[in-house]
């Protein structure tokens, strides 16, 4: 993204619309974009009105009136001169666009947005079997977003684990093998919004993957959030609520399942036997 410095008047609206703190009014007094911290998600260009107004015109018509102590501003939500301008991206930058914004589907999920539909679906995907325990770790927020370098430290030190990559999931698509869960060398440098890798391991090796995210978050220059799924017992009940608790984290459910769902890939029917 950037702003077209012809059409610009330094209205400074966009300033605030941009989740990561990308657009600043330079010193020519015009918007600009800082384009390394710019994720691509399209909330500038997308979420503002545009009028087409004359720059000359206007930013004269502005400069006259504070002259006199009175102001020209226009609504907060429009770029009243249309100069917040989308960039053609090529790769890897499109990989900015295809976590961050919403509306962009991904190539290896066609689900918009940074992830799979995770645990959310297990209904009826039954990713998480019984006695496993699946990860979200999320990477990143608006305001600071998350460098897929940073992404990659945390994957390389699950990989060397029992742990398994989703391998639908557009983090694990990144990686040149998931054995060793290396991210492509020429995404290092990429910065999202935020994404969200998922895994899982058997339920009695949750204990050291919480040590080891916990280990590596410490390096990281971005927040996490860390998530995990397990299937409850015949009586609703979780069965490592008191095991996360006892390593110090605190836990509580966030989402639940009813497991109401129409399964859409029935497992096979065991053969009756006589
Ligand atoms: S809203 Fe438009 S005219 Fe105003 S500062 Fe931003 S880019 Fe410039
Ligand atoms: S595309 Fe998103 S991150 Fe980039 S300047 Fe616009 S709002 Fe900010």
């Given at each position: 993204m950037h702003i077209d410095k012809k059409k610009c008047i330094g209205c400074a609206n966009c300033v605030p619309v941009c989740p990561m703190g990308a657009i600043y009014i330079a010193q020519d007094r015009l918007a600009e974009v800082n384009s390394e911290v710019c994720v691509e998600c399209q909330a500038c260009y997308r979420g503002m009105s545009v009028e087409n107004l004359p720059q000359q015109p206007t930013r004269f018509l502005r400069g006259l009136l504070a002259f006199f102590k009175l102001r020209f501003q226009p609504d907060p939500d429009i770029c009243p001169t249309g100069a917040i301008t989308r960039d053609e991206l090529v790769w890897p930058r499109t990989l900015r666009r295809t976590f961050s914004d919403p509306l962009v589907p991904h190539?290896?999920?066609?689900?918009?947005?940074?992830?799979?539909?995770?645990?959310?679906t297990n209904d009826v995907t039954e990713r998480i079997k019984e006695g496993e325990a699946g990860f979200t770790v999320e990477f990143g927020r608006p305001g600071i977003g998350a460098y897929f370098r940073d992404v990659d430290r945390v994957c390389r030190a699950l990989a060397a684990t029992a742990a398994v990559f989703e391998p639908e999931n557009p983090v694990t698509v990144l990686m040149t093998d998931a054995k060793t869960g290396k991210i492509r060398e020429d995404v290092l440098n990429e910065k999202v919004l935020s994404c969200i890798l998922e895994f899982k391991v058997k339920i009695t090796e949750m204990p050291e993957m919480l040590k080891i995210v916990e280990r590596e978050v410490n390096h990281l220059d971005t927040v996490v959030a860390l998530g995990i799924a397990i299937r409850c017992d015949a009586e609703g009940n979780d069965t490592v609520r008191k095991q996360i608790e006892a390593l110090g984290f605190d836990a509580w459910r966030g989402k639940l399942n009813m497991g109401l769902g129409r399964r859409t890939n029935p497992q096979p029917v065991p053969e009756v036997k006589s």
């Amino acid at each position: 993204m950037h702003i077209d410095k012809k059409k610009c008047i330094g209205c400074a609206n966009c300033v605030p619309v941009c989740p990561m703190g990308a657009i600043y009014i330079a010193q020519d007094r015009l918007a600009e974009v800082n384009s390394e911290v710019c994720v691509e998600c399209q909330a500038c260009y997308r979420g503002m009105s545009v009028e087409n107004l004359p720059q000359q015109p206007t930013r004269f018509l502005r400069g006259l009136l504070a002259f006199f102590k009175l102001r020209f501003q226009p609504d907060p939500d429009i770029c009243p001169t249309g100069a917040i301008t989308r960039d053609e991206l090529v790769w890897p930058r499109t990989l900015r666009r295809t976590f961050s914004d919403p509306l962009v589907p991904h190539e290896s999920t066609g689900i918009g947005g940074r992830g799979t539909m995770e645990v959310k679906t297990n209904d009826v995907t039954e990713r998480i079997k019984e006695g496993e325990a699946g990860f979200t770790v999320e990477f990143g927020r608006p305001g600071i977003g998350a460098y897929f370098r940073d992404v990659d430290r945390v994957c390389r030190a699950l990989a060397a684990t029992a742990a398994v990559f989703e391998p639908e999931n557009p983090v694990t698509v990144l990686m040149t093998d998931a054995k060793t869960g290396k991210i492509r060398e020429d995404v290092l440098n990429e910065k999202v919004l935020s994404c969200i890798l998922e895994f899982k391991v058997k339920i009695t090796e949750m204990p050291e993957m919480l040590k080891i995210v916990e280990r590596e978050v410490n390096h990281l220059d971005t927040v996490v959030a860390l998530g995990i799924a397990i299937r409850c017992d015949a009586e609703g009940n979780d069965t490592v609520r008191k095991q996360i608790e006892a390593l110090g984290f605190d836990a509580w459910r966030g989402k639940l399942n009813m497991g109401l769902g129409r399964r859409t890939n029935p497992q096979p029917v065991p053969e009756v036997k006589s």
